[in-house]
């Protein structure tokens, strides 16, 4: 009885104590299963990809993004890196002193594992290769943009993507065409053929042309337009040797009325150049090259200089010599280095990253006419850069960077494009370097410049890094992997 | 209610009493009470011999059956030392138990409980209140340095505040985090091991330790939970291992002061000398000579233009002071035995070794509350601290610096920075290194936490818990740059970096806990629920262009402001229980489940579920052991297997999603891709096997435990490196890589000598880890071919190897492998693995009455990065930078042998690429990094005699302390755990204090 009353007492705690953990567990079963409770609240600073291309206001700050980043980077391949590196590997700029960056360009001699090679030209160029791909398939996928918007953000946007490949294509060779964000296909994708690449360049740039207006989106002529697809176009053309299409191209953009050249040179960098035809601006920032090229002070050692076969090569009265450089005295030496750009710092901006310019279209359609034979026709789009760069006569110079000759024969008004593309373009986004590439002069030219010249360093190395990662990413011949 | 059941209970026992008294055998009844006469609930009691066991009820109230009416009860309990007592036909039997002092008996604490290191099935390594009050640290992570096996705690920057790196058991994760889960008083520490700085500072990549707000006065142990029976209860968030920290609460009794304070200095430890200006002089004039090439103004204006007279020792400048370290701690506590308390409070404050006014403070301050209910059956206990450090270290590592030209010209006539010599300007690697210290950082953090746990005994046996926790991690940190501090090259105006941060987590676990008695055994139950939130937003704001330096923290005066916001929540739920059995104290049982959810993961992968299971056989309680082996007065045979998760992954990660840019376009907002996504992100799962034995011989004189451990992990969270022509290095994917960690780790106590005058003891640690990868899939296809490599450890890596100087040409040679005529990929066959080959402590202790002795030393066998690692960055002769002075071993001429090629001055030298290219990629840099670092050194005295008591204290003590004294080390470069002469190596610091209670 007594045992047995124990044994209830025992039975008793024991059926509390397990209903309380039944109704604990089921408690927490709720606890555990209620998937409300590992719901959290999304970052504020997240858009999910569906609605970025909901509206026309995101949709639009989607393509601002990629304008932005294309400068985000000092001294990446579209904010200047063309400009100092390219210029270092040809034969515009040397670095007097030594400079662990600077030196493998100048003496084109790149080790594949080269860290501006990787970060500053691939890396950049993919990155903003994907960003555009990421906005060309959020825009046709949507449904709800206004047309007029969404055309135009997919023009600019086909513009920026080509702008890239273009570069990637004309420094690496052949390079990997990514045209989707599939990263699964895209991550083995080897290197596509250039003539490939060109080929779908002109298909984009072909709808761009389309699908953009002639107006600027916005002020500064900051946002690409129909003449900026057309001025790559042309660009492209010239590069493919197809001189009649870059002659049209070009004819455009000079016959648009939008474009003139500025009489005053100290005008052509400014923000409001009228020669402009497209420029990135940053924000409450110069450029980023002028920061580079430009000295502290009057009194120190340029970190990159010009060199002597460039200055030797402005005539007497060539104003871009007087205007477009400056020199520094250091140690009862000169040196002397570009200043197209004129603002180094300061926090009220004067000049933008000018991309396209009119002089240029000049000098594609001059060389497109003498490829094709108009032999007068060229020389008069050479002669009208040179009339704007004319230094008024002196007592010293009594005919200032004279017209060229309407007689001349063809390979003399050749020459007379190269070298005038040469003095109008120097340390210009790789003008000079891509030049000498695609003429065959850069063996001739470099060879006998600089002893540790290889006819292998025409291409860059392609980054080691990546050829690691992507087995069918194959380098360049020449270069040690 | 409550009366009631007392009444039935009472009653009950009174019928026993009848029952017992009648006949043999007969029921014994009885109360096992603490020396201040509270119960002391679960102890076990048996009769030796026989099968008889019983165990305590809440009230100490034990029955139990006997064969015979008279004979010798045996009782113990977890934190008291086992009693032998004799019973009779005398009813109602008060046992009165001594708490324990041996350390098998000492009280570990686990995962929501507490046991003995006799009891526990699982691994757990323990640091003490008195291991850490041996060392002036403000870190408390600092002070378990080498102390526990398994744990690595890397110091890789000796900054005032700089975070530390934790691991326990190995890199678990190929990539993800690695950091073990921290818990201070049940409530999971909200920023974990992240460094809480949102504006850079001199820490650097390292970061300020979030620690760097714990006062280590404030802990009374900290338990390092390792194998799957320890962690498993943790679920997802234990993969990585646990840190308990366990805070002190007061003591009841009379109304204790105490003041505890010391002070005193440190210095730099190991670094390199550098070359004075003649030395360097003659290094760049050979470099020319070498290369063959004319020293010019432009590419020599060090040689030809600079004043060869001047000389700064760099060294001394920048890192040759001496800091200060001041630390106060005052406690009071008290209590009766229903209710105890303790305040405390501390101060510590630290400066710099680097030149100017910088110093890191904190303060802190704590009260914990117990409180029990007399009749037992409710408990509370609340523990708060609060915490304040302020941080105003330099905004850059002025050690970065010591490799200026050592007769650079640092002033301008004025007494202004000097920025410009002969035409050279200071820019890139070359500048003025004093600029850097105009640079003003102040970070204010603080830390509260609060903790509180309620028990209620709602049956006997069955408990309801709750306990809940809060915590913030605040801070606000700027980093001013005035026009002193800015390199005028830069064309900067002034600026400043604000940040804010705050961190705010919560967190509520129910429990139910039910003890009972079943069989010959006693089982335990917990059953739980875990709800945790962390919340967090950080504001960043880059201001610049100030016209003048005058109003640099004031944002309204920027010309140009850009801001940064960014928030995250994170949440996680959990259920959770463990079921433990213990037979007899020597065989024991348990269990251990939970179901996580955790937000990091997208629909349908939230949750998962993890458990364990952790035996122990205590043999040498066997009576055939006992007989045969009588020396061995312990023995203990474990063993446990389980799972945990990893989701220390960042938040967000399966989303599609877009992010804003830094910047605006022409005003416009600007949107950019975050990164790839992976909708199906899972957790990464680790398995973890242990097996483990320990021993005490001679009465516990020498307690040996070796265990061995294999953990694996797989279902691994990667960051699966990418070729960038996707758009991103990389993109978070599970896969199906299984990484093992395994090692034997050994730790042995060890009482030499035990009188009443004199004792001697030691305790040593040591481990001995291993790491591999066991499987891949398509890993000589995949982007990991050249960086992982299957049966090699994670820390391994592929080098060329290095064939020395040539002696001919005095050039660095390496070894050509196809023979191509090239050093490249296909020649890099080296593997050099830097994982230690093992690491641990030797702790010895000595007294001599009053005095006592403690001197710690840590070692580490591993392979590590060189001096010749950094000289591939700044190649010797190369540009206006100085050297260590190990480069005058360098070569000179033809027949030299020597590791160190000649100088090189120019970019087309033939010495440029080896030394720029090739030896970076190359064995040469690695060298044996190994060490003993005398980590502490303490000599204690304390006071006796009546003259103490006279002057009312209860204890009065003097102490001396040591921290990284010295280094025995063979390693060639600066500090061998660091391993970077352009960091700050840790700092030795002397103190001397005081310890006074009343």
């Not at chain 2, 446990?640 to 416009?668: A, E, H, K, M, V």
């Not at chain 2, 299957?790 to 290095?802: H, M």
């Amino acid at each position: 009885m007594k045992f047995k009353n124990r044994k209830k007492l025992q039975l008793h705690s024991i059926v509390v104590s397990a209903l309380a953990i039944v109704l604990l567990l089921s408690s927490s079963v709720f606890f555990g299963a209620c998937k409300k409770l590992v719901d959290v609240p999304k970052s504020s600073n997240l858009v999910l990809s569906k609605d970025v291309f909901a509206t026309n206001e995101k949709a639009t700050s989607a393509v601002l993004g990629l304008y932005n980043k294309m400068v985000a980077l000092n001294l990446s391949m579209s904010n200047g890196g063309l400009t100092i590196y390219s210029a270092l590997s040809a034969d515009e700029l040397y670095n007097p002193a030594p400079h662990t960056n600077y030196d493998p360009f100048s003496l084109n001699n790149i080790p594949s594992n080269n860290g501006i090679i990787y970060n500053n030209f691939w890396n950049t160029g993919y990155k903003n290769i994907y960003h555009a791909n990421a906005i060309l398939e959020g825009l046709n996928n949507s449904t709800t943009l206004n047309n007029v918007v969404k055309n135009q953000l997919i023009g600019e946007t086909l513009v920026i993507r080509a702008l890239y490949l273009f570069y990637l294509t004309n420094l690496y060779g052949d390079v990997p065409l990514v045209m989707t964000t599939n990263f699964e296909r895209n991550a083995l994708m080897a290197r596509t053929a250039k003539e490939v690449v060109t080929e779908q360049l002109i298909t984009d740039l072909k709808t761009a042309i389309e699908l953009l207006p002639s107006a600027y989106a916005s002020a500064l002529r900051a946002r690409v337009n129909s003449f900026t697809a057309r001025s790559l176009l042309a660009r492209v053309y010239l590069y493919k040797r197809d001189w009649n299409n870059a002659e049209i191209e070009s004819t455009g953009v000079i016959s648009s009325g939008i474009y003139s050249l500025e009489s005053e040179l100290n005008k052509t960098f400014t923000s409001s150049s009228k020669e402009t035809i497209w420029q990135v601006v940053r924000e409450n920032l110069n450029t980023a090259e002028a920061a580079v090229l430009i000295p502290v002070s009057a009194t120190v050692l340029p970190g990159l200089a010009l060199r002597e076969n460039l200055l030797n090569s402005f005539e007497l009265g060539d104003q871009r010599k007087s205007r477009w450089t400056a020199v520094n005295i250091v140690n009862n030496q000169r040196y002397y280095y570009p200043y197209k750009y004129k603002i180094r710092s300061g926090s009220t901006v004067g000049e933008c990253l000018i991309v396209f310019r009119l002089a240029e279209q000049y000098l594609i359609r001059a060389e497109a006419r003498a490829e094709q034979g108009d032999l007068r026709g060229a020389v008069l789009d050479l002669n009208i850069l040179r009339t704007r760069s004319r230094a008024p006569v002196t007592a010293e110079i009594s005919n200032p960077l004279p017209d060229l000759s309407l007689d001349l024969v063809k390979s003399s008004v050749l020459d007379a494009v190269y070298k005038e593309r040469s003095n109008e373009l120097f340390c210009e986004w790789g003008h000079r370097w891509f030049d000498l590439k695609r003429t065959a002069m850069a063996n001739a030219v470099l060879s006998k410049l600089k002893p540790t010249w290889k006819a292998y360093a025409q291409l860059y190395p392609i980054p080691f890094e990546e050829t690691q990662i992507n087995i069918f990413l194959t380098q360049n011949s020449g270069y040690a992997n | 209610m409550k009366k009631t059941i007392k009444i039935i209970v009472m009653a009950v026992l009174c019928l026993n009493f009848q029952v017992m008294s009648q006949s043999v055998p007969i029921q014994i009844t009885g109360t096992v009470l603490d020396k201040l006469g509270k119960p002391i609930a679960g102890a076990n009691v048996g009769i030796p011999l026989s099968k008889a066991f019983a165990a305590t009820d809440s009230y100490g109230k034990f029955t139990i059956r006997a064969d015979q009416s008279t004979g010798e009860l045996m009782v113990s309990s977890i934190g008291y030392k086992t009693t032998k007592i004799a019973y009779g036909p005398k009813p109602n039997l008060q046992i009165i138990l001594e708490e324990s002092t041996g350390s098998l008996d000492e009280v570990v604490v686990i995962a929501y409980g507490k046991t003995t290191r006799r009891l526990n099935t699982g691994s757990v390594g323990q640091v003490s209140a008195a291991e850490i009050a041996l060392q002036p640290v403000s870190n408390p992570l600092s002070a378990l340095q080498g102390r526990v096996a398994g744990l690595s705690i890397t110091q890789n920057s000796g900054i005032n505040g700089a975070g530390v790196k934790v691991q326990i058991r190995g890199q678990a994760s190929l990539m993800q985090g690695s950091d073990p889960l921290f818990i201070i008083d049940g409530v999971p520490f909200a920023s974990g091991n992240s460094s809480i700085n949102s504006v850079t500072n001199a820490t650097g990549t390292a970061g300020i330790s979030p620690f760097s707000t714990v006062n280590p006065a404030d802990i009374e142990s900290v338990e390092v939970l390792k194998d799957a029976d320890a962690t498993s209860i943790y679920g997802s968030r234990g993969a990585n291992g646990v840190i308990l920290i366990t805070t002190k609460k007061g003591v009841s009794g009379k109304t204790r002061f105490s003041l505890n304070g010391y002070s005193g200095f440190s210095q730099v430890t190991r670094t390199m000398d550098m070359l004075n200006t003649q030395d360097y002089l003659m290094m760049r004039k050979e470099a020319f000579k070498n290369d063959g090439a004319a020293m010019t103004n432009a590419n020599a204006p060090d040689l030809l233009l600079w004043d060869q007279n001047r000389y700064t020792d760099f060294k001394k400048l920048l890192v040759g002071g001496t800091a200060k370290t001041n630390d106060w701690q005052a406690s009071v506590s008290g209590g009766n035995e229903n209710t105890r308390f303790l305040f405390s409070s501390g101060y510590h404050g630290e400066t710099s070794v680097f030149p100017g006014e910088q110093r890191d403070d904190k303060i802190s301050g704590r009260l914990s509350l117990n409180h029990r209910s007399k009749d037992e059956r409710f408990t509370l206990d609340l523990s708060t601290s609060y915490s304040y450090n302020k941080n105003k270290m330099s905004a850059g590592d002025l050690t970065g610096f010591i490799n200026m030209p050592p007769h650079m010209s640092l002033y301008k006539p004025g007494g202004t920075l000097n920025w410009e010599d002969s035409g050279v300007f200071f820019d890139g690697a070359l500048t003025n290194p004093l600029a850097a210290t105009n640079k003003r950082y102040t970070g204010k953090f603080n830390n509260a936490n609060t903790s509180l746990n309620l028990s209620y005994m709602i049956l006997l046996g069955l408990k309801a818990k709750i306990n809940m926790g809060y915590n913030s991690v605040n801070g606000e940190d700027q980093a001013l740059n005035p026009s002193t501090s800015i390199n005028p090259n830069s064309g900067n105006l002034p600026y400043a970096n604000f940040g804010r941060s705050a961190l705010n987590s919560w967190i509520v676990e129910p429990q139910a806990e039910f003890n009972k008695t079943v069989g010959r055994g006693k089982i335990n139950i917990l059953l739980g629920g875990t709800l945790q939130n962390i919340s967090s937003n950080s504001l960043n704001i880059i201001a610049q262009n100030y016209r003048n330096d005058m109003l640099l923290s004031s944002i309204a005066a920027a010309g140009n402001v850009i801001t940064r916001n960014s928030d995250f929540a994170y949440r996680y739920s959990a259920l959770y229980g463990r079921i433990g059995y213990n037979l007899k104290d020597r065989y024991l049982v348990n269990l251990t489940g939970r179901r996580d959810g955790s937000s990091r993961f997208g629909p349908g992968k939230q949750f998962a579920a993890f458990g364990a299971i952790g035996v122990a056989w205590i043999f040498s309680s066997e009576s055939f052991i006992a007989s045969t082996l009588p020396w061995l007065s312990f023995g203990k045979l474990r063993g446990s297997y389980g799972s945990s998760g990893n989701d220390q992954i960042g938040n967000y990660r399966f989303l599609d999603t877009w992010t804003s840019t830094n910047q605006p376009y022409q005003g416009g907002a600007g949107l950019q891709p975050s990164s790839l996504y992976n909708a199906d992100l899972s957790w990464e799962i680790s398995r973890k096997a242990e097996l483990a034995i320990e021993l005490g011989v001679l009465d516990n004189r020498f307690l040996l435990t070796t265990a061995y451990f294999r953990n694996r992990s797989s279902n691994q969270l990667i960051n699966y490196k990418l070729p960038s022509q996707t758009g991103f290095s990389s993109i978070l994917r599970n896969f199906g890589a299984l990484i093992q960690n395994s090692g034997l780790e050994l730790g042995l106590e060890s009482k030499f000598i035990t009188t009443r005058d004199f004792s001697w003891s030691s305790v040593i640690n040591f481990s001995l880890p291993q790491n591999k990868l066991v499987k891949f899939p398509g890993l000589e296809t995949s982007s990991y071919a050249t960086v992982y490599f299957l049966g090699k450890s994670l820390s391994t890596q592929k080098t060329l190897e290095y064939l020395g100087v040539d002696p001919a040409t005095g050039i660095y040679t390496f070894r050509d492998v196809n023979g191509d005529g090239q050093y490249d990929s296909k020649d890099r066959t080296q593997l050099i693995n830097t994982l230690p080959k093992f690491y641990g402590g030797l702790q010895n202790s000595f007294t001599y009455k009053g005095l006592k002795l403690d001197v710690f030393l840590e070692f580490k066998k591993q392979l590590g990065y060189n001096y010749l690692y950094t000289q591939s960055v700044y190649i010797p002769g190369y540009y206006y930078l100085n050297q260590p002075k190990i480069v005058l071993q360098r070569w000179q001429s033809p027949g030299d042998i020597t590791n160190i090629q000649r100088f090189a001055a120019t970019g087309d030298s033939p010495a440029f690429l080896p030394a720029g290219d090739y030896l970076a990629d190359s064995d040469a840099i690695f060298s044996d990094a190994s060490f003993i670092r005398v980590k502490n050194i303490s000599l204690a005295y304390t006071f006796s005699g009546s003259w103490i008591k006279k002057m009312k204290l209860e204890k009065l003590g003097l102490y001396l302390h040591a921290q990284n004294l010295f280094t025995i080390t063979g390693y060639e470069g600066a500090d061998p755990e660091s391993q970077n002469l352009f960091i700050l190596p840790p700092l030795k610091t002397i103190t001397m204090g005081i310890q006074i209670t009343l």
